[in-house]
């Protein structure tokens, strides 16, 4: 069973939309949770940290549901430039430093 | 510019050949990451490090594989009689131990013929 499991999409949204990715993990001992995003061709960075009571960076809306084991990503009036994979991120606190990444969701903002 | 830097950008080799990438961390990160990732995926942790020492190794990495970070700064990876199914993006990432929040550098591509 995969640690961290996401819907691939593609998701193809048009400009303005609001858009929602969820994101499931297996190990109720995770620790620390993240989006980060991926340009085609290019390497992850880190988008936001997911904290227990939810945070909010301009159009982007993470929250953390402990009890269900998921993690959500929403983005607000989407932009063409938001056209991107979006990687959830999950760290278990095992005494290793490493961190469980999704497969990603991919998603296209249409003009 | 100051992120983290990996050498070579792109690899095309034949089987069973040995190749080294090189990752040059942020300066002032102490922890160097290495990861795999293949088309659809998302990145696999292959090892760690904080300073020169090796800390955690993935039981992704096979003994064709070895990492080094001899001073504490650069890191090589090198993978020894390469197979096809080594063909992936190498990312190597860096951090100063805040956990989770990983720079990466642009990879290094690796095909195997």
């Known amino acids: 069973r995969k640690e961290v499991e996401q819907d691939p999409g593609p998701f193809n949204v048009p400009e303005g939309a609001t858009v929602a990715f969820n994101c499931t993990y297996s190990n109720s001992a995770s620790q620390s949770f993240f989006w980060y995003r991926q ?3 290019k390497e992850p960075k880190l988008l936001m940290s997911v904290y227990s009571s939810g945070n909010e960076d301009g159009r982007f809306t993470a929250q953390l549901n402990r009890a269900s084991q998921y993690i959500s990503l929403l983005i607000r009036d989407s932009k063409l430039s938001d056209s991107a994979t979006y990687l959830c991120v999950v760290r278990i606190q095992t005494g290793a430093n490493n961190l469980f990444f ?3 969701t991919r998603l296209t903002v249409i003009p | 510019d100051t992120g983290v830097s990996q050498d ?3 690899k095309i080799t034949k089987r069973g050949q040995n190749v080294t990438f090189r990752c040059d961390p942020i300066s002032e990160h102490n922890r160097l990451y290495w990861y795999r990732q293949t088309l659809g995926q998302g990145p696999e942790f ?11 190794k993935s039981r992704l990495l096979s003994d064709r594989f070895s990492a080094e970070r ?16 080594d063909s992936a993006m190498y990312l190597c990432a ?3 131990g805040t956990p989770g929040f990983l720079f990466f550098g642009p990879g290094t591509r690796l095909t195997v013929l």
């Open chain 2, 70 to 85: 001899p001073k504490g700064s650069f890191s090589t990876l090198e993978i020894q009689r390469t197979e096809q199914g």
């Open chain 2, 94 to 96: 860096s951090s100063l």
């Open chain 1, 39 to 41: 340009d085609c061709r």
């Open chain 2, 8 to 10: 070579p950008r792109h």
């Open chain 1, 102 to 104: 999704g497969t990603g």
């Open chain 2, 46 to 56: 292959l090892t760690y490090f904080q300073n020169e020492a090796q800390l955690e």
